[in-house]
Each structure stands twice: as C-alpha cells, then as structure tokens.
C-alpha cells in the first residue's frame, strides 16, 4: 500500500477492495489487496464473501449475522472467487452459504474460506441491552495506532524489514487503543482490550458497505487478545497463529466512518487454541455488533 496516499484515497482503495464483480448470477470475484505481501488478511475474505452475498438477497433484507470457517490461508495476488448458494428465502429471513477459492500453483482452485450469512426483513421487536459499554477513554484523548506503531518500530531495530514494513503499512482503518495490545506488551496481563476504530475518510452512504468494513475490521486486534495473559506475541516472533472461525451478529446499523469501540476479551486458552469475543459499541453506548472467534495459538519453537 502507498504510504503517500491520502486516508480519502486510502478509504476509496478499500472500497474498490470490497466491490466483488459479477460473473454470473451466484458467482463474484473479488480483487486482491494492491500491493499486498504474504498471506491475504482474513478480515478481507469475510467483508467480501458478505457483500457477494448481500447482492444475492432483496435490498429490504440485511444481514443480521454470519458464520465463517477459514478452512486455507489464502495468498495475496491471485484473485478470489465467491460461490454463493441460496439455501433459504423466506418471508422474513433468508440465508446464503458463500464458497471463497483461489487457483492454487497446479492451477486448481481451492477453498479458502466457507461462510453461512443470515438475512431479515427490518422489523420492530422488543428490545433491551444488559451490556454496558466500558467507561474508557474517548479516541480524541488518544494516540493514534500509526503513532504507537512507528514508536515501537524506532524502539526495536532488530525488528525483520518486513516486520516493519508490515507495521508502518498505512490502513485504510483508523486505530486508538487504550490498552496495550499483545505487540506493545511482553508482561502477563488481563485478556482485555479496548481500541476505537473508524474508517479513515468519509465512506459512501451505502449501509451495505458499512456492514462489510465492520465485519472487515472486526478481525482486527481480536486473536491477540488470547495472547496476553502470557506476554508473548507474533510481532516479536515468540508465536504461531492463524483465525479458526469468525462469527459476527449484526444488532443494529452503524457508520463505518464514525467511531467505534471495539471492546475485547478471551475467556480461554488451550490445545493450541484461543477463544476471543468482541462487543461493539458507537459512542452513545449503542451496542452494534458482537463478534466471536477462535484461533490457533502456539508458542514458536525454536528451530534446533
């Protein structure tokens, strides 16, 4: 990515990023991330299997939920494709299973990712929320992750060129934590994280999109959460991992471009797997979305 790109122009490439194309009726691809280097962020694969599915159900229905498997890493460059089946389409409801694949080296595709989303027609219901959201800071108060990442960069200069080059990549997602993530900290502490985030620029008004850069920046700072009750982290090369599945219950609508609070926490580690959930909150309280996601999570062993 283009450290000289303005966030305007940032936030408009990460849209093009998760406008997939139409192929056929059931069938989208979605482009890779321009530049990127390595394995492709899962965060991306999610936003784009939903949005796939979003265009295969009627604009009165939006997604309420979505359940996803990473099954492969998938690799960036090659493109990725989206097959969707339409298992259910209701009065109320509707519910679309989404394949994603990549064309491996010998040329046959390979499934990445499977993903089940869940689809409703607006309606009124009771309603109640027995979740507060956390007496923290507010983001103006904070400093932003860019400034945090190039202070850690500048305090480790054994750090591999592509470790830094990873961590002062500019994003399209604006970032301010409040805690230590598992990169700032190498003491044991609480499974807990809070962080706001907000797309970096204005996005367009399309409720759609803001769902997608939701569920995109939802896999942000979560899997790292497992990692802090041991002090150790992938950023200082001390662990392995990789997401398992990712699951986000949509509650209610919310900008993607207005800040959000991302409140994390893992109740349990162990067999080489963490366990993370995550609430989302805009900042008058409302609880948006929640999100769950377990993870493999082991110690790097040194090679002999």
């Known amino acids: 990515m ?38 492709v962020f899962g965060g991306q694969v999610i936003a784009q299997a939903l949005m796939a599915a979003q265009h295969s159900v009627p604009q009165d229905k939006v997604a ?20 969707i089946a339409r298992d259910f389409d209701g009065r109320s409801f509707a519910n679309r299973r989404i394949v994603a694949s990549q064309v ?20 009124d219901g009771l309603e109640h ?6 007496e923290v800071a507010a983001p103006e108060d904070l400093k932003s992750d860019m400034e945090l990442r190039r202070k850690y960069v500048d305090a480790q200069p054994e ?6 080059k990873f961590m002062l990549r500019p994003r399209p997602i604006e970032m301010r934590t409040i805690d230590r993530l598992h990169w700032m ?25 803001h769902r997608a850069i939701i569920a995109y920046a939802s896999d942000y700072t979560l899997l790292g959460t497992s990692a802090l009750p041991h002090g150790l982290s ?27 609070l991302y409140a994390t926490d893992s109740p349990w580690s162990g067999g080489g797997r963490g366990f993370n959930r995550g609430r989302i ?10 999100v769950a996601q377990e993870g493999m999570i082991r110690r790097r062993r040194s090679k002999a």
């Open 2 to 39: 283009d450290d000289t790109k303005s966030p305007q122009q940032l936030v408009e490439g990460l849209v093009r990023l998760l406008t997939v194309q139409r192929t056929d009726p059931d069938h989208y691809v979605g482009n890779p991330q321009p530049g990127g280097v390595g394995r």
């Open 64 to 83: 309420h939920s979505l359940h996803a498997y990473f099954l492969r890493g998938g690799k960036e460059g090659p493109a990725i494709d989206y097959q």
């Open 104 to 123: 491996e080296d010998d040329g046959n595709p390979k499934p990445i990712l499977n993903l089940t989303a869940s689809f409703q027609t607006i309606e």
């Open 129 to 134: 929320q027995d979740c507060p959201m956390p």
């Open 159 to 164: 750090l591999p060129e592509t470790a830094r």
């Open 185 to 209: 900290n190498s003491e044991p502490k609480q499974p807990q994280a809070h962080t706001w985030f907000k797309a970096a620029a204005t996005l367009p008004d399309d409720p759609a999109m």
């Open 234 to 260: 992938w950023m200082r090369g001390e662990l392995t991992g990789a997401s398992l599945d990712h699951t986000i219950w949509f509650h209610q609508p919310a900008r993607a471009d207005d800040w959000l």
């Open 281 to 290: 909150f805009t900042r008058d309280g409302t609880l948006v979305a929640s």
